[in-house]
């Protein structure tokens, strides 16, 4: 699939580097004033809304789960939470595993432009691939929230960025709908998902489905 592909779009998390579980806690941590209780209907929230950007995350915390929490504590606003996560995921995206063979992946296709659509925040992105040193690999452009997956996409296929046949290779199911609505091949990477139906409906063929990236080198 991979070798016919002339645009590659990768998500960030649970795809190229091993960052949804610090995620999922650094949710917590940055909730966690308002009690257990509301910092864990975030998570949960979190974790069913994969992909899905901190801004929107944390405005429907505020506005609809914390109205649902009785005797939640006082706690920081928008400004704050967004701190909070920010400051806590940036030091585990400097340490988190990077997916192998990177490389030899990007010298397998390398007729292909490789481009990033995230929901974590564009410059942080950014700044930490740059300093990964995994950049130089993206040749088509990092990009993510506040703007959309869609909004990306629609943008960088305008643009002619994405060209056709083009693959998405994510791991929610917030990806799957994205490469559904923009007629994409989609590739669920399953090793580091929190996405629990993904591997059933990869089973029921609507998806090609692998373990991790350097899989595409055995193939």
Avoid at 1 to 23: H, Y
Avoid at 89 to 118: F, H, I, N, Y
Wanted: charged fraction near 25%; include cysteine; proline fraction near 4%.
């Amino acid at each position: 699939m991979l070798g016919n592909a002339r645009t590659l779009i990768f998500d960030c998390d649970g795809v190229v580097l091993d960052s949804n579980r610090l995620k999922t806690e650094a949710f917590y941590t940055a909730a966690r004033p308002y009690g257990d209780a509301a910092a864990r209907a975030l998570v949960e929230y979190h974790v069913s809304n994969g992909g899905v950007s901190r801004y929107i995350k944390f405005a429907h915390f505020l506005k609809y789960i914390l109205p649902e929490c009785p005797g939640a504590e006082t706690g920081p606003d928008l400004e704050g939470l967004l701190s909070v996560y920010s400051d806590t995921v940036r030091t585990g995206l400097m340490t988190c595993p990077v997916a192998d063979r990177l490389e030899e992946l990007r010298a397998a296709t390398q007729k292909a432009c490789w481009m990033m659509v995230s929901g974590g925040d564009q410059s942080e992105l950014r700044e930490v691939f740059a300093a990964r040193n995994i950049d130089g690999y993206f040749d088509g452009g990092i990009f993510g929230s506040p703007e959309t997956k869609n909004e990306i996409i629609a943008r960088e296929t305008e643009a002619g960025t994405i060209r056709r046949p083009a693959v998405f290779l994510g791991d929610s199911r917030l990806d799957y709908e994205v490469a559904r609505w923009a007629e994409l091949d989609f590739v669920f990477v399953e090793g580091w998902s929190e996405w629990q139906e993904g591997a059933r409906m990869a089973s029921e063929g609507r998806f090609a489905m692998v373990r991790t990236l350097p899989e595409f080198l055995e193939v």
